[in-house]
Nanobody, 117 residues
Framework: QVQLVESGGGLVQAGGSLRLSCAVS????????MGWYRQAPGKQRELVAS???????NYADSVKGRFTISRDNAKNTVYLQMNSLKPEDTALYYC???????????WGQGTQVTVSS
């Protein structure tokens, strides 16, 4: 099965930057899209950014212009570059893989991002 392992989270000051990584292993050829989601305590999980196997990207309005999702196929890794971080960005960030066009979703364990004011 597909396995996702996130890394790169941490504590940063407002205005700082972080780069999250999602290492993908397993049946990678079944994946049609990857995404980054986040969930703050007491709030619903929301899509932050996504990228298809073709390279098309999509972003939540709240992060447009600040976050960039990318992938390195040779390394089987998806990244989320986060710049100009705000306290509102504080959340547990999850990597997600869409397998077989929605037949199955695989989630990583999450990586915590905390932005201090």
């Amino acid at each position: 099965q597909v396995q996702l392992v996130e890394s790169g989270g941490g504590l940063v000051q407002a205005g700082g930057s972080l780069r999250l990584s999602c290492a993908v292993s397993g049946s990678i050829f079944s994946i049609n899209a990857m995404g980054w989601y986040r969930q703050a305590p007491g709030k619903q999980r929301e899509l932050v950014a996504s990228i298809t196997t073709y390279g098309s990207t999509n972003y939540a309005d709240s992060v447009k212009g600040r976050f960039t999702i990318s992938r390195d196929n040779a390394k089987n890794t998806v990244y989320l570059q986060m710049n100009s971080l705000k306290p509102e960005d504080t959340a547990l960030y999850y990597c997600n893989a869409d397998k077989n066009y929605g037949l199955e979703y695989v989630w990583g364990q999450g990586t915590q991002v905390t932005v201090s004011s």
